[in-house]
DNA sequence: TGACTTATAGACTACTCGATACATAAGTTC
DNA sequence: GAACTTATGTATCGAGTAGTCTATAAGTCA
């Protein structure tokens, strides 16, 4: 059975993914809805705005939500028990980072970018899902990291929440640096570098 | 002499000081007039603002020129050949690290931040101080290993942009976990484990 | 004192913001 | 066909944006 009333003249998921590029960009405060009016369907009016998605943060959740879902499995190797400890973090860091100096798309991450997304008390609830999502991939680098210890890999006593908050924290300023213009292999390298923090730890004297 | 005309009923340094902290809180589009006015001195009419200020854009400048000259000094060691180029990373990531997570100011960095305070094109010559002075960062860092290089103390095929590179994205990455409330103890610990990257190079083979 | 200089206050400009009312167009269902 | 449902276009809302005009207050200088 098909849908009644008068057909929408844009096609709804496309204008998520529109406006999910635009939020990436600017943020949720500085982007308008005179941008995302113009940029949805080669421009539609206010009220068809307002049918199709209810309000701009409205419109914002879905655009998270669609984020969420696409580019940022980047790093759900961190949760895959079947990658060993190392290649989760690594390959976390690597397709991250490989995804962020993509073309086509906005540079960086949306959810590491989203922490200046909205910058009033007011606006915290807007962007929460941004946060939650930030919270939840520190836990994944600490996770491996604890993996690790659990199969023996790495010493019991290396501190979980250090190296994961090492690795996390190159990988949100990875963000800024792809935005900075900075060049996706010379990040790659860095990777390498960075790596080399995980095989010190496992020589370390037990 | 003293000056001329009606003196001016607030301190405008310490006006431009609370402006740099709403510029490094908000970012400059987010920061509006109004909120400036307000924590002006206890509230400012608007030919005042104009009066001392120029315009947003111009107390803008100054604020930033402020942090620089002040807050932004924790990475100074980045240039001091004085200091042995490990302590002079080191420094530099401890003491800014300390400095973002301080009560008394906004978290994190507003030069780091800054990159997404000015989301449109036509304001990227706005926010131009900061990017240049993240890429004066990202080049301290690089230059503290080619240091350590010709000094002898990392051998000479150690890639110095690529741990200039980790060095530096770690700490851009401190700017977003300060502001989402992760201890500066968790953080200080982690540049504990960072700083190993060092040690490791050292080792490798010539 | 009077001329000059500077800062102040209140009113106002043109513009953009997110969001809404109302009438109409374009489909489906009966 | 008529009833119903949904989307669209025009016009508009009140609030907030950065910034300006005009008049006045408050100081210094001669």
């Given at each position: 059975?098909?849908?009644?009333?008068?057909?929408?003249?844009?096609?709804?998921?496309?204008?998520?993914?529109?406006?999910?590029?635009?939020?990436?960009?600017?943020?949720?405060?500085?982007t308008?809805?005179?941008?995302?009016?113009?940029?949805?369907?080669?421009?539609?009016?206010?009220?068809?705005?307002?049918?199709?998605?209810?309000?701009?943060?409205?419109?914002?959740?879905?655009?998270?939500?669609?984020?969420?879902?696409?580019?940022?499995?980047?790093?759900?190797?961190?949760?895959d028990?079947?990658?060993?400890?190392?290649?989760?973090?690594?390959?976390?860091?690597?397709?991250?980072?490989?995804?962020?100096?993509?073309?086509?798309?906005?540079?960086?991450?949306?959810?590491?970018?989203?922490?200046?997304?909205?910058?009033?008390?007011?606006?915290?609830?807007?962007?929460?899902?941004?946060?939650?999502?930030?919270s939840?991939?520190?836990?994944?680098?600490?996770?491996?990291?604890e993996?690790?210890?659990?199969?023996?890999?790495?010493?019991?006593?290396?501190?979980?929440?250090?190296?994961?908050?090492?690795?996390?924290?190159?990988?949100?300023?990875?963000?800024?640096?792809?935005?900075?213009g900075?060049?996706?292999?010379?990040?790659?390298?860095?990777?390498?570098e960075?790596?080399?923090?995980?095989?010190?730890?496992?020589?370390?004297?037990?």
């Amino acid at each position: 059975m098909a849908k009644m009333g008068r057909p929408r003249t844009f096609d709804r998921q496309k204008a998520v993914m529109q406006a999910m590029h635009l939020f990436w960009e600017h943020g949720y405060e500085m982007t308008s809805l005179s941008q995302l009016k113009a940029n949805i369907g080669g421009g539609i009016s206010t009220p068809s705005f307002y049918a199709a998605f209810g309000s701009k943060e409205e419109l914002f959740n879905e655009a998270v939500q669609c984020y969420l879902e696409t580019y940022a499995c980047v790093t759900d190797s961190l949760w895959d028990d079947e990658i060993p400890p190392r290649d989760a973090v690594e390959l976390a860091l690597r397709r991250s980072t490989k995804m962020q100096c993509e073309s086509g798309h906005p540079k960086g991450c949306m959810v590491s970018l989203g922490t200046m997304s909205a910058p009033t008390p007011e606006l915290t609830h807007v962007v929460e899902p941004l946060t939650a999502s930030r919270s939840r991939t520190l836990q994944g680098f600490v996770r491996c990291v604890e993996r690790a210890i659990a199969m023996g890999e790495l010493p019991k006593k290396t501190n979980a929440r250090s190296m994961g908050i090492s690795f996390n924290s190159f990988l949100l300023g990875v963000s800024i640096l792809a935005r900075d213009g900075v060049d996706a292999s010379d990040l790659d390298a860095s990777i390498t570098e960075l790596m080399k923090l995980w095989d010190i730890a496992v020589c370390q004297p037990k």
